[in-house]
Structure formats: structure tokens, C-alpha cells
């Protein structure tokens, strides 16, 4: 099953008050880790009055609560190792990207975090609830 259905349809539990879209200031708006915005999604973004911080755009640029999770739910999908590692769960916390259950080596771990913080929006990627099952 591909990580960006693993998403869809579930109901998240964590999701409180809406975020109040008005108190969105520029300096909230920064690309992520790697410093590389995702032009065409922040231009869909900016069409919605007020545009949804970079942690909240959706796959079309609508606010979505868990719009980065979405989006590097389909980056791993589009790598053909990542897409297969069916022992790793993934959940957004703001613009954090945390990972649990396990991978298969540490090269793997590496690599799951670099699409991860490529992904317009990602400014963390916590891995301290995931194991490696052999050193590599």
C-alpha cells in the first residue's frame, strides 16, 4: 500500500481548534531544511485568501491540517525502496515530520530523511521513535 493512502480517509484524533488563518505572518512562511521553495505550489497557495502557511498547503495549494504529512506521504511514493517499507509510520506535528516503527538499515534512515526535509514546508524530522533493524 502506498504511503499516501495509508493517509487518506483516516481520521486524526490530534486535530484541535482550527488554526486562526489571519495571525500568519511572513517569517512563518520559510521553505524548510533545505531552503528550496515549491514555486507552483506556493502559487496555487497564494490564490486562497489568506494563503495556508507552508506546514498546512495541501496538494493543491487549499489549507489542509495535514498537507505536509500528504505531501511527503507522495515524495516517498515516488521513490521505488522508500514506497516499499510497509514498518515506518509517519504523522505531522506543525512543520515536523516524525517517524516511528522501523526501517531495514541506517542508509535507508538517511535517505527517508532527506526526501522528508525536502519537502516545501518540512522544518524538522523527528526519528527518535524509530529503530534500524541491521547497521549497513
Do not use: C
Request: proline share 7%; no cysteine.
Amino acid at each position: 500500500m502506498s504511503w499516501f493512502k495509508r493517509l487518506v480517509g483516516q481520521e486524526d484524533q490530534r486535530l484541535g481548534s482550527p488554526v486562526n488563518m489571519t495571525k500568519v505572518v511572513e517569517e512563518l512562511m520559510g521553505p524548510g531544511l533545505t531552503g528550496q521553495y515549491d514555486w507552483e505550489l506556493r502559487e496555487k497557495a497564494g490564490a486562497h485568501q489568506p494563503p495556508p502557511p507552508p506546514e498546512h498547503m495541501g496538494l493543491e495549494g487549499e489549507y489542509d491540517a495535514e498537507g505536509l504529512l500528504k505531501r511527503v506521504a507522495l515524495a516517498f511514493d515516488s521513490d521505488p525502496k522508500i514506497s516499499q517499507v510497509s514498518t515506518l509510520q509517519i504523522s505531522q506535528d506543525g512543520s515536523t515530520i516524525i517517524l516511528r516503527g522501523s526501517v531495514p538499515s541506517y542508509s535507508m534512515l538517511k535517505q527517508i530523511i532527506e526526501i522528508a526535509g525536502k519537502v516545501d514546508g518540512t522544518k524538522a524530522v523527528k526519528v527518535t521513535e524509530v529503530t534500524v533493524e541491521t547497521v549497513s
